[in-house]
T-cell receptor, first 118, second 111 residues
Framework: SAVISQKPSRDICQRGTSLTIQCQVDSQVTMMFWYRQQPGQSLTLIATANQGSEATYESGFVIDKFPISRPNLTFSTLTVSNMSPEDSSIYLC???????????????FGPGTRLTVT | QKEVEQDPGPLSVPEGAIVSLNCTYSNSAFQYFMWYRQYSRKGPELLMYTYSSGNKEDGRFTAQVDKSSKYISLFIRDSQPSDSATYLCAAPPRGSYIPTFGRGTSLIVHP
């Protein structure tokens, strides 16, 4: 299994500002994922980040709003830019790894960053 | 229509009750299904995998898949207060390991 840490764990930010969320994994991984979990909504994939290449964004998410860095195989950052109250959400970092419960692979998640935009 | 639908609850039950959590899905290409458990202020963690129609049991937990009706269930026997969490069903599309998640059902087991 992978152990994932995120910073900050929570933040309250002003409208129009930006916040960078850091994700650190305890082992080298090829792909890292960023998810958004809005209140009452599905866990939604924002983008997939491979080391050494541009992140791949899902429909509805753009690089200008959610720039991602992936400088090495254990670290990634997600920036939420020009924030509005609609960006208030939990942001989760995830990696893929061999499953510990009998399947092939599973997603391992960090504890999340709880963002409130006022 | 979302690909994986789940009633958000909350579902409140007394300790010792049998809990039934359910999902429906619309994508026939889903080949296997997962249940994740998410405690408050934590990330989701994988609880169970099921590959085919039928039941899969693991301790107090039983996962059930009915592909003919596109219905997924998770049963918890002898529920405990420590089972209080949000349960998310998920399934990856064919050719991908990245799952599509339901909204999650909040479960509260009170002593």
């Amino acid at each position: 299994s992978a152990v994932i840490s995120q910073k900050p764990s929570r933040d309250i930010c002003q409208r129009g500002t930006s916040l960078t969320i850091q994700c650190q994994v305890d082992s080298q991984v090829t792909m890292m994922f960023w998810y958004r979990q809005q209140p009452g909504q599905s866990l939604t994939l924002i983008a997939t980040a491979n080391q050494g290449s541009e992140a791949t964004y899902e429909s509805g998410f753009v690089i200008d709003k959610f720039p991602i860095s992936r400088p090495n195989l254990t670290f990634s950052t997600l920036t939420v830019s020009n924030m509005s109250p609609e960006d208030s959400s939990i942001y989760l970092c995830s990696v893929e790894g061999p499953s510990g419960v009998g399947g092939s692979y599973e997603q391992y998640f960090g504890p999340g960053t709880r963002l409130t935009v006022t | 229509q979302k690909e994986v639908e789940q009633d958000p609850g909350p579902l409140s039950v007394p300790e010792g009750a049998i809990v039934s959590l359910n999902c429906t899905y619309s994508n026939s290409a889903f080949q296997y299904f997962m249940w994740y458990r998410q405690y408050s202020r934590k990330g989701p963690e994988l609880l169970m995998y099921t590959y085919s129609s039928g039941n899969k049991e693991d301790g107090r937990f039983t996962a059930q898949v009915d592909k003919s009706s596109k219905y997924i269930s998770l049963f918890i026997r002898d529920s405990q207060p420590s089972d209080s969490a949000t349960y998310l069903c998920a399934a990856p599309p064919r050719g991908s390991y990245i799952p599509t998640f339901g909204r999650g059902t909040s479960l509260i087991v009170h002593p």
